[in-house]
């Protein structure tokens, strides 16, 4: 009797350029049943090395070029002002502006203002719009002004990725037909399992953030394999099958990021 065939599935947040070794990471990956992975970037230098390796592995490696919140505090202005320019003469490769964001953890904000980042998160929402492309958001603490200020700008298509905030932005992030992302997280953390309950599954996506450390009493550094971690617990926590959610997050990554 045949093994069955693996879902196919597609990590939409995955950080490459920070894994140890990509190549065994994506081996693993493609073993796993992923079948495209979105690589997102957080600056300049980050942003360079996801070309690279989307260059290295197209077909199944897809860049989004961005710049972190947690960045801001290390740049001049005008550095600031080269990643953007960075961004734009790069977009027509990238499949999404991401990531980007804000994020109002006391030690970001030290280093980064509040009205920094709203700044910059600003024109990076604009680039979006201008080039038709999705905008990857991080949101820790922020989720009610990301959601205002990715809603005036009129970005279409917008992804809120490890959401765990309020309920009513959630009812926000819904109505205005927004996506947000499960992470291996959805196997504990209880706001981000609430989010994936509501959700929509039209409406839902599966990532890693990998290399982001996770777990409570055993830890492990993801990789995109680990998505498969993502499904399983979405899947229980709204009573579904890993195939119908794994379908249908693979067909919602698609639509969105045209791939």
């Known amino acids: 009797m045949e093994s069955p065939k693996p879902l196919k599935l597609i990590d939409t947040h995955a950080h490459l350029d920070e894994l140890d070794d990509v190549n065994l990471a994506l081996d693993k990956a493609k073993e796993a049943g992923i079948i495209a ?35 801001l505090g290390k740049l001049k202005s005008s550095q600031i002002d080269d990643n953007l320019k960075f961004i734009e003469k790069n977009v027509t490769n990238a499949v999404a502006i ?25 024109r990076l929402l604009r680039l979006a719009k201008k080039h038709q492309r999705p905008a990857i958001i991080h949101s820790r603490y922020a989720w009610k002004d990301a959601f205002e200020l990715a809603s005036e700008t009129g970005v279409e298509k917008v992804v809120f990725h490890w959401f765990t905030g309020f309920s009513s932005v959630l009812k926000d992030i819904i109505n205005a037909a927004y996506f947000i992302s499960a992470t291996p997280a959805a196997e504990y953390h209880e706001e ?52 119908i959610i794994g379908n249908q997050t693979t067909k919602n990554a698609i639509d969105l990021f045209a791939l």
């Open 37 to 71: 992975i979105i690589a997102v970037g957080s600056n300049c230098q980050s942003n360079q090395k996801i070309i690279e390796i989307c260059q290295k592995y197209p077909t199944f490696t897809y860049p989004a070029l961005g710049l972190h919140p947690w960045e």
């Open 98 to 122: 991401g990531e980007i964001g804000l994020d109002y953890d006391k030690r970001v904000i030290k280093v980064a203002s509040k009205e920094l980042q709203k700044d910059v998160f600003s």
């Open 192 to 243: 981000h399992r609430r989010a994936i309950k509501e959700i929509p599954l039209d409406r839902l996506l599966l990532e890693t953030d990998c290399p982001v450390v996770y777990g409570r009493e055993i830890k492990y550094r993801s990789q995109p394999a680990d998505v498969l971690r993502s499904l399983k617990a979405a899947a229980e926590l709204k009573r579904l099958s890993p195939a």
